[in-house]
């Protein structure tokens, strides 16, 4: 649901939070470790026109992408540590910023050059890992992009996180500089806010920039849809398809938006390959996200998060500048050389707390599972396009547990299907 994607910097992690909690999808996001497949066992009926021995191979692909993709993901997060620990301690950070100031002394400028010099720098080191991801999901038959088409979206990427990163790091290094003791606070109430004002924004200013979005025609799909809200008594949403088929052959849905942008987008590979009642069941599932306000319960959680992390920063910061000072030739937090300390700390904090976000995530999918199930009364199309979601997605069904718990924003697709299979309504 929440689209953590894997990030490397913090300021590629501030964006991709708040990507992350501007949309809730319907299975586990195609650049998040986790996904999910049913287990195709016999007493699973299933719409689909696959045969058992299909089903078995592919199943096993599956379990191979999931591995190739969990290794890759933890090995992205130690590269990570150990490019901001080498960029701090051998000095390069400072290196830089006095580079910069051979130009000019203006503390803004300065922080804006370092950290456009830094991004790119992020980008480029970053890139192999990057790389590695995309070959992957070509590798595995996921991906409908060739390498130009990826690489200009990732340089698109590039200009959507230094435009936030800019405004990010710029507001962090004022609020440290004017107020050594409080920056945290005011940078944690800023923080909502701007997350606030990003969701609200990101489905009509920022996805468009990669994707298509066509409200759903008229027709028997739209008539069922607005059938079911009146079913459920809420208000008629606004759905938007959205040509996933550009990027990849997944299928996913997902509610996005906040206020007057709320809406449940639609992949063209679901609408075109699901029947309408799986379609159905998977607008429940989003509906359920909207009423049960969990774009909202995700903000507040990921500042409650953030804030915690701002603290530590403040906490232990200066200490270790002190300590090491010789070898950072930092200053203090307030010189932006510190970047690379802040997103440290950042990532260990990250890295400390990686399960909390998920077991929360996962918590909130069960719920508009159970909605999905109370309002369409629909076990099989949930089953069936649990099924097709797992096939299509090459998702692992029963990850181990220790993946499950650190890294599935989804409960894995083996559990929802038994939980709607017990299902009482
Ligand atoms: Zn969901």
Redesign the pocket.
Known sequence: ?YKILLSLWFLILVVFIIFGISS????NTPNSPGSTISDTSGQISSSTVHTEIDKKERLEKAIRYQKAKNTHYFLDQGYTLILLVLFLFVGISAYLRRQIEKFTRKRFWVVAFYTFLFLILAFIFGFPSSYYGFSLEQKFGLSNQNFSQWFGEQLKGLLVVAIIGLLSVEGIYLALKKSPRRWWIYVSVVFIIFTVVLVNLAPVLIMPLFNKFTPLPKGELRDKLIALSQKANVPVEDIFTVDMSKQTKEANA??TGLGNTKRVVLGDNLVKEYTPDEIEVVIA??M??NLLH?IWKMIIFSAIMSAIGFLIIHLLGGGIINKYRNKLKIENMADVASLPLFLLIFSIYGIITMPVMPTYSRH??KQ??KFALDITHNKEAFISAMNKLAYDNLSDPNPSPVIEFLLYD?PPIAKRIEFAEEYKF
């Open positions: 649901m809730a999808q319907i299975n997902m509610f599932h989003e359920g996200h969990h909130a999918e508009a599972d989804h």
